[in-house]
């Protein structure tokens, strides 16, 4: 067994139908929606994710786990309609039921001792969520987003994290620019920190980048298209250094949440 990944030590895994407790649209094109799966929320964290079949489609399609209450045994999935899939899943109903496969991959496990960062780029941010939430009082927040129009979860994460600094590409809302920018300011402040991120590729690469030259431990969660979501086909895969040399990791099985430093985000 490869312990390098903590999940797979004795993690348990379930398919079954799952209750949907209510569904809840956020902006144009985004949606909250809450499952009712007490043993799938049992063996949740966060940074981990589902795998859902969206009506006919051969494929399932992969949603980042946002929150998860074990007390109540539900779960909270935010994602955004981009395709067939995610249409046809937005227009599910409260008390309809879904084909889930969950939990999967690798999550964070944020040390609650240390002052954190955590970071999100638009459907970047719902995973950030859950992390923030179990991490504690050090934590704080940047999220960007393309517009005002596209803000998500703020006042969530407002009510767990210390501060929270929004950026829009366009102005529209907070800060002018990019959640990089903020994380600068934050650094050249105080480097004593560990940083979380998720969002699109191009973020991930500057946000740790800045890690790196600042000596600041980061961990990203990658979005990769995926086929089967456990491993068993080469969609998914991503390049990374590690210390016994390069490898080809699946993001879905060995992820998404990588150490930063070792992955190879090209270029």
Request: proline share 4%; net charge negative.
């Amino acid at each position: 067994m490869d312990n390098r990944y903590p999940y797979r030590k004795g993690f348990l895994m379930f398919q079954s139908e799952y209750k949907i407790q209510s569904i809840t649209q956020l902006n144009p094109t985004t949606y909250s929606l809450v499952l009712e799966c007490a043993e799938l929320a049992a063996e949740s964290w966060c940074g981990r994710f589902v795998n859902i079949r969206c009506g006919e489609k051969p494929l399932r399609r992969p949603i980042s786990i946002s929150e998860i209450d074990k007390e109540n045994g539900t779960i909270t999935l935010v994602f955004e309609v981009r395709g067939e899939g995610t249409e046809w899943l937005s227009t599910r109903r409260a008390g309809e039921k879904l084909d889930v496969l969950g939990p999967l991959g690798n999550g964070f496990f944020p040390d609650s001792a240390k002052r954190a960062i955590f970071i999100g780029g638009g459907i970047g941010c719902p995973p950030m969520l859950g992390a923030a939430q179990e991490y504690g009082e050090n934590a704080e927040a940047i999220l960007g987003f393309r517009s005002a129009a596209q803000i998500i979860l703020l006042d969530k994460f407002k009510a767990c994290c210390q501060s929270v600094d929004v950026t829009t590409n366009d102005g529209s809302f907070g800060v002018r620019g990019f959640v990089t920018d903020v994380l600068a300011d934050k650094l050249s402040e105080n480097k004593d920190c560990v940083v979380y991120a998720c969002g699109p590729m191009p973020m991930l690469k500057g946000v740790a980048q800045m890690c790196a030259q600042n000596d600041v431990q980061c961990f990203v969660s990658l979005e990769q298209r995926m086929g089967c979501g456990v491993g068993a086909c080469l969609v998914c895969a991503c390049k990374t250094h590690e210390a016994d040399g390069e490898h080809m990791r699946h993001v879905c099985k060995n992820g998404p949440v990588f150490d930063a430093k070792e992955v190879d985000f090209g270029g």
